[in-house]
């Protein structure tokens, strides 16, 4: 098989640099959109890749190439892979189907018991006041979802305060976040070289929330304040299952860690960021370089299966 089948694999070693500069740049929507896209697209890819591999070694055993109907001579001449590497591939193949297996897994139970508590809320507005003096508040996803805000929290904020909050938690909500932070997580499980994408994503919907919260206050040093503020509140405070599992804002979530909070504040009190076309357009030239390289392999990879068949 040709250079074309280890294109994704390289471009999965690549693409974390691009990550970092995508939610700093970047606006949090767009920038959530191709880091997703990335992590799901190279994570895929390189997974056909490592299965396109495998293929090359099995076919050289006698007893599989007889079954067919191929000649394992004329593969182990015609396939420049060394059958190591196609091992090798093999291993790595069982390891990201298991680890991608285990997270959707994992995934849909924590998804099942949030639908689950969030139809044990009953609410007309979906707003559900908890009495807990712990300063909390985080989105459940749902049937419609849920708003969870305890009493602590709302006597930590001030009444524009409050309203900027709700516009977070409901910008999650409406936008389905959670399913940005899946997908992404899904991609790194499957490739661990993309956890950065999905720590990005992780942080840029809380950025995509902020700015949505600024749209409807028309103030982004109130927003920048109120988060600050809500982040100190609730440092101290023990995670809520249902919230940190979805990755949605909660006591310990993206927005009370030590780095995105600061970072966060600054990108508020800061001009809205704009599109940067040459960041999205870079991210677009390494996705197709992807998806055409996992193409052109697996056409040699027929190509090859045709030359030989017994």
Not at 41 to 52: C, D, K, M, P
Not at 111 to 118: F, I, Q, S
Not at 135 to 146: E, M, Q, T, V
Request: glycine residues 6%; aromatic residues 4%; contains cysteine.
């Amino acid at each position: 098989m040709r250079i074309a089948v280890y294109i994704p694999l390289l471009l999965s070693l690549l693409a974390p640099l691009g990550a970092r500069p995508l939610s700093e740049r970047c606006e949090p929507r767009l920038a959530t959109w191709l880091l997703t896209v990335s992590a799901l697209v190279l994570g895929t890819a390189t997974t056909i890749s490592l299965g396109l591999l495998a293929v090359t070694g099995l076919i050289r055993l006698p007893e599989l190439a007889t079954l067919g109907h191929w000649s394992a001579h004329d593969a182990q001449h015609d396939d420049p892979a060394e059958l190591s590497v196609a091992m090798i591939a093999g291993l790595l193949l069982g390891a990201a189907v298991l680890m991608a297996a285990r997270m959707l897994w994992r995934r849909a139970r924590t998804l099942a018991a949030a639908v689950l508590e969030a139809e044990c809320m009953p609410t007309e507005d979906g707003l559900v006041v908890v009495e807990d003096e712990a300063p909390d508040a985080f989105a459940i996803p749902g049937l419609p979802g849920r708003v969870v805000v305890s009493t602590g929290m709302l006597r930590t904020l001030d009444e524009t305060e409050r309203h900027i909050l709700l516009a977070h938690e409901r910008a999650h909500l409406s936008a389905h976040h959670y399913a940005f932070v899946a997908l992404a997580q899904l991609g790194a499980a499957a490739n661990p070289l993309l956890r950065p994408l999905a720590t990005a994503v992780s942080y840029t919907i809380e950025r995509w929330a902020d700015e949505n919260a600024a749209t409807a206050t028309g103030d982004r040093t109130q927003v920048a304040h109120t988060v600050a503020k809500a982040a100190l509140a609730a440092h101290h405070t023990p995670a809520r299952a249902a919230g940190v599992g979805l990755a949605i804002f909660g006591r310990r979530g993206p927005l009370t860690a030590a780095g995105p909070v600061p970072r966060r504040v600054a990108a508020l009190l800061a001009p809205p960021f704009g599109r940067h076309p040459v960041l999205a357009a870079a991210t677009v030239v390494v996705l197709a370089a992807t998806a055409l390289s996992t193409a052109e392999a697996a056409h040699d990879l027929h190509l090859l299966l045709e030359a030989v068949g017994a």
